[in-house]
């Protein structure tokens, strides 16, 4: 192999830096230049605009304005009615400037109509921010303006999401203001009775439950600056770094490139916190590199894909909807973090060893060593620039408010590119991350807002306790049966909707169900968010495999299929967590508890490897892959009988396969 491979594609890596932190959302509108540069084929029927001259240079104001905004609100706190409202002002003047209302739309120029709702949106939004005070003294009892600029607010803030997130979510608000105004005319536990217009545009828009609640609230606070620390992280060249950290550290090994793709892609989940955009940046080099040993093009795309999804649950970042848990349950984000770290390593060791057993099968190797970048060249060279993330992860651990966090590790980013002169972040650079992480917080912050109006009905309904109320009925109480229908709700739900928006629709109707069976309130939240997550790879409607699919050219339904058994241990490990919350590291737990539960949680999940590849030394038997499946059941609970039954299966198989080994080395 050429000496030159892993430069080269560091530079395909440069070349895509600029998507490491775009949403879902963003990358499936990227432009036709863009996608051809990463090979991306998928078919689109809208895009965001790329606009020229005075009309780019007042995007760049408009969004450098709103990260200038959200630093200021981040150091120093304003009301939160008026930092949201703000917050909201921003996304919907952008939304409507960038984002064409259909696919006929103009592409290179906002039409009449845009610039009509941008400007109505700045009108409505200011009606709460000049009169906010009156209102937080009326208790949100506003008058006939009041009630105008509401429903104008209402209708922009649906069309809003329609053009970035899609029909789900708008659909989804109407179908739940409609049951607002009509519940008392249907039978049955989601009878209420019923509530006039007004009673519901000012729960909507004049009070702190609806649009301008507190999902709103987490978008324009943690969630945006964590995207903003991830865009100054880009500017720096951080994805090039993990990149060759990864070639370096496991680019030699049996299967290299595969392993490359889970050590990058984990790395730069760590901080990007999009699927999508996570496989377009690694998958650009990891990808080829892979077809190249030998990998079938579905199965380099489905090991991207699933090495990439994992990311939104990879400490210290994570999802954006992790933010929301934090929030959600009055804890510090750190106590989130810390619960997610085991299962989200297990995740990754998973599929270190399936990408290793598969290798075993097929005899791909490594890249020559000579070809790889060394790692002491590498931290000696670039190493400064993971000085932000390092202290990012100090700060929260030792007690930091995350949004105070970020604004310090923005902070190091930009101080530590200057301890060697070819990583200088020069000034046209700070403001292109500035812009770069407005327009990447656009379409969270839609499905945000509109996810305001579904709770906002949900609590002024009380529909929540009657939802929560039915599954426990559907379920029968039976902890098993309620987490399995979570567990679908939450899958299916991802299919057609942001991770953010199925974590907060699937945890207002089960998580209350899950804990009402005695299952500690993080756990419950935290099994929501690891389905609505793992919907990207699973088909039908699998973004993160479909875009990995248009790297390779792979059929995107095999891809996905493919990834759903390379990330199986996905879908068991949230049980896993369940069944022995040790996983989730909660306080007071002893040294000894908690190395049990990490050996025996390994040794299930390389039971289920082998039970699914169904290859070690040799290929597995029927009955040796049922043991190994049966095994890895066992191991989920922490039960000191179940482990040991578990544990001895897994080591008469392997003992099993090791003499098998020694003796064709013997007759060799």
């Known amino acids: 192999m050429?000496?030159?491979?892993?430069d080269s594609s560091a530079q395909t890596t440069e070349e895509s830096i600029d998507l490491q932190h775009l949403t879902v959302e963003q990358v499936e509108?990227?432009?036709d230049?863009?996608?051809?540069?990463?090979?991306?084929?998928?078919?689109?029927?809208?895009?965001?605009?790329?606009?020229?001259?005075?009309l780019k240079h007042l995007i760049t104001v408009i969004t450098v304005c709103m990260s200038a905004y959200h630093l200021y609100t981040a150091i120093y706190s304003i009301s939160p009615m008026l930092q949201r409202s703000y917050h909201l002002a921003f996304v919907l003047v952008l939304v409507f400037l960038l984002y064409?209302?259909?696919?006929?739309?103009?592409?290179?120029?906002?039409?009449?109509?845009?610039?009509?709702?941008?400007?109505?949106?700045?009108?409505?939004?200011?009606?709460?921010?000049?009169?906010?005070?009156?209102?937080?003294?009326?208790?949100?009892?506003?008058n006939q303006m009041d009630m105008i600029f509401g429903v104008i607010t209402i209708l922009l803030v649906l069309e809003c999401a329609r053009r970035t997130v899609g029909l789900v979510l708008?659909?989804?608000?109407?179908?739940?203001?409609?049951?607002?105004?009509?519940?008392?005319?249907?039978?049955?536990?989601?009878?209420?009775?019923?509530?006039?217009?007004?009673?519901?545009?000012?729960?909507?828009?004049?009070t702190t439950e609806g649009i301008y609640g507190q999902i709103l609230g987490v978008s324009s606070t943690f969630i945006y600056m964590f995207i903003l620390f991830g865009a100054f992280l880009a500017v720096t060249g951080m994805s090039a770094v993990f990149n060759d950290i990864s070639m370096a550290l496991a680019g030699s090994a049996?299967?290299?490139?595969?392993?490359?793709?889970?050590?990058?892609?984990?790395?730069?989940?760590?901080?990007?916190?999009?699927?999508s955009a996570n496989v377009v940046t690694t998958g650009a080099f990891t990808i080829p590199l892979m077809r190249k040993l030998g990998y079938k093009d579905y199965f380099a795309s489905s090991v991207e894909a699933a090495a990439s999804t994992g990311g939104q649950i990879m400490p210290p970042v994570m999802g954006s909807a992790a933010f929301i848990i934090a929030d959600s349950l009055g804890i510090k984000f750190y106590e989130v973090i810390k619960a997610a770290l085991l299962p989200a390593i297990l995740y990754y060791v998973s599929l270190w060893i399936m990408i290793d057993l598969r290798a075993r099968k097929e005899k791909i190797s490594g890249l020559p060593k000579e070809s790889l970048p060394k790692l002491k060249e590498v931290l000696c060279s670039r190493g400064h620039l993971l000085i932000p993330l390092f202290g990012i992860i100090f700060m929260l651990v030792s007690g930091y408010n995350a949004m105070r966090a970020a604004v310090i590790g923005i902070v190091l980013s930009v101080i530590c590119s200057f301890f060697r002169k070819d990583t200088w972040i020069k000034p046209m650079a700070l403001l292109r991350a500035m812009e770069s992480g407005a327009l990447s917080a656009l379409s969270v912050a839609a499905a945000c807002a509109v996810i305001g109006i579904l709770i906002g009905m949900v609590s002024l309904t009380g529909a929540i306790l009657a939802m929560g109320a039915a599954v426990l009925k559907l379920s029968g109480g039976i902890l098993a049966l309620t987490l399995v229908l979570t567990m679908l709700t939450a899958t299916i739900l991802g299919m057609g909707l942001p991770t953010t928006a199925c974590y907060v629709l699937t945890s207002t109707i089960a998580a209350p169900a899950i804990v009402q069976l005695g299952v500690p309130a993080l756990a419950a939240h935290?099994?929501?968010?690891?389905?609505?997550?793992?919907?990207?790879?699973?088909?039908?409607?699998?973004?993160?495999a479909y875009t990995a699919a248009g790297l390779s050219g792979a059929n995107p339904n095999r891809t996905g299929f493919a990834a759903v058994r390379l990330a199986a241990t996905g879908f068991i490990i949230p049980f896993m967590f369940v069944y022995s919350p040790e996983l989730l590291l909660p306080s007071g737990l002893s040294i000894l508890v908690v190395v049990r539960v990490i050996c025996t949680s390994l040794v299930g999940v390389y039971a289920l490897s082998l039970a699914i590849e169904g290859y070690l030394e040799k290929p597995l038997n029927p009955l040796e892959r049922i043991l190994c499946a049966a095994a890895a059941i066992m191991l989920i609970d922490s039960g000191v009988i179940t482990d040991i039954i578990g544990i001895g299966i897994v080591a008469a198989v392997y003992l099993r396969q090791r003499m098998y080994r020694k003796k064709m080395e013997v007759q060799a």
């Open 2 to 6: 050429d000496k030159k491979t892993p």
């Open 29 to 31: 509108k990227m432009d």
């Open 33 to 54: 230049d863009e996608l051809e540069r990463v090979g991306q084929k998928k078919k689109k029927k809208t895009k965001r605009r790329k606009l020229e001259g005075k």
């Open 100 to 142: 064409p209302a259909t696919s006929r739309s103009p592409v290179d120029r906002p039409s009449i109509v845009d610039w009509f709702l941008a400007g109505l949106s700045v009108v409505a939004v200011s009606n709460v921010i000049l009169n906010f005070r009156r209102l937080a003294n009326t208790g949100g009892r506003g």
């Open 170 to 206: 708008p659909s989804m608000a109407i179908f739940l203001i409609a049951y607002g105004f009509f519940g008392a005319y249907i039978t049955g536990p989601l009878k209420h009775a019923g509530f006039t217009p007004k009673r519901i545009i000012q729960h909507l828009t004049l």
């Open 254 to 275: 049996r299967g290299g490139p595969a392993k490359v793709s889970v050590l990058a892609s984990g790395l730069m989940g760590s901080i990007s916190g999009s699927a």
């Open 526 to 544: 935290l099994f929501v968010f690891y389905y609505g997550i793992l919907s990207a790879i699973t088909p039908p409607v699998a973004t993160a």
